[in-house]
């Protein structure tokens, strides 16, 4: 049976997705200096909503790496690259363990380590990996409203999606020579595919 339905939905070989919600159109090619590393948490790898697979595809310096527990030589690995200083964007909040350093203006290019999860597992995430919560963090100032609340309910009024707040915050390091201004637009058109599949459901109630 499983065989029989991966046959029936063939899967774009570059996006991963089925070819009915391939996302390959959308993809906009956008310049950057900083290295991103994604984490990202098996359940939204499965994710029709998730935003990470159209941010990889336009960043040619993204990594992503799906996981959810890491052993501290792999981490440490990821994390930290020669001439690069790294920075965990990440939220300042009180539920959040403190970093060991303070995030001073970086003297070098950066790696920008982003994770993809809900709130509730990347703070378990930096709970049990204490790498990863000891490094230095870039917390987003008033991040503009979302476009994803269209197909994805938020704990928080400043929520936004992965991609988004690593294009705020590529903004934020890069500079002037970054424009993630055409990224965003097609991520506004990939929020509004994504509510035109579910409004028929939505539409016709429980059946």
């Not at 920075?87 to 909040?93: A, E, H, K, T």
Request: hydrophobic share 45%; aromatic share 4%.
């Amino acid at each position: 049976m499983r065989a029989a339905l991966t046959a029936s939905r063939p899967v774009c070989p570059r996006c991963l997705r089925p070819l009915a919600t391939c996302i390959c159109a959308l993809v906009r090619p956008t310049a950057h200096r900083t290295e991103v590393l994604v984490l990202q948490h098996p359940q939204e790898q499965r994710q029709a909503k998730n935003s990470v697979a159209l941010l990889r595809l336009s960043l040619a310096r993204c990594e992503v790496v799906v996981g959810e527990r890491f052993d501290d030589a792999a981490l440490r690995a990821l994390l930290h690259r020669p001439g690069l200083e790294t920075r965990l964007l990440y939220p300042d909040v009180p539920a959040a363990p403190a970093p060991l350093a303070s995030a001073a203006a970086p003297a070098a290019p950066v790696r920008l380590v982003v994770i993809d999860a809900t709130w509730r597992k990347s703070l378990r995430l930096l709970l049990e990996h204490p790498l990863l919560a000891a490094l230095p963090r870039l917390s987003l100032d008033a991040p503009p409203p979302t476009r994803y609340r269209a197909i994805r309910a938020a704990r928080r009024a400043d929520q936004v999606s992965t991609l988004e707040a690593t294009v705020q915050a590529l903004a934020a390091l890069d500079g002037q020579s970054f424009d993630g201004a055409p990224l965003l637009d097609a991520f506004g058109g990939f929020v509004a595919a994504v509510a035109a599949r579910q409004r028929p459901r939505t539409e016709a109630g429980p059946g």
